[in-house]
């Protein structure tokens, strides 16, 4: 029977990023920017929205999920796609990627 995934389970606690807490009462919490260095100093910087996602009223969770196999590969999923270009140059493993319509801050 394979492991129940876990992308949904760790909701944003203002005071430590690993405790689920309600943030019920709070207008505007402040959630924590995330951005991918990758080879070559670029930076791939996420709005919240990409990473965050609203799941009922009052509760954000975090929408990553941990690597667990033995390859060391991780994956940018669907979501943290969103809003972006990608190009992929397989010949000289080599990622492009831009901001694109609506989503430019």
Request: proline letters at 7%.
């Amino acid at each position: 029977m394979p492991n129940r995934s876990i992308a949904f389970t760790i909701a944003f606690n203002r005071r430590s990023p690993i405790v689920p807490q309600s943030l019920s009462g709070i207008r505007r919490p402040s959630l924590p920017k995330l951005s991918f260095k990758l080879v070559g100093n670029s930076v791939f910087s996420l709005p919240v929205g990409n990473y965050f996602i609203d799941t009922s009223e009052n509760v954000k969770c975090l929408a990553l999920q941990p690597v667990t196999s033995s390859g060391g590969f991780s994956v940018i999923e669907n979501v943290m796609q969103q809003g972006f270009l990608f190009e992929f140059d397989i010949g000289r493993s080599q990622l492009g990627f831009s901001r694109s319509g609506c989503t430019r801050a």
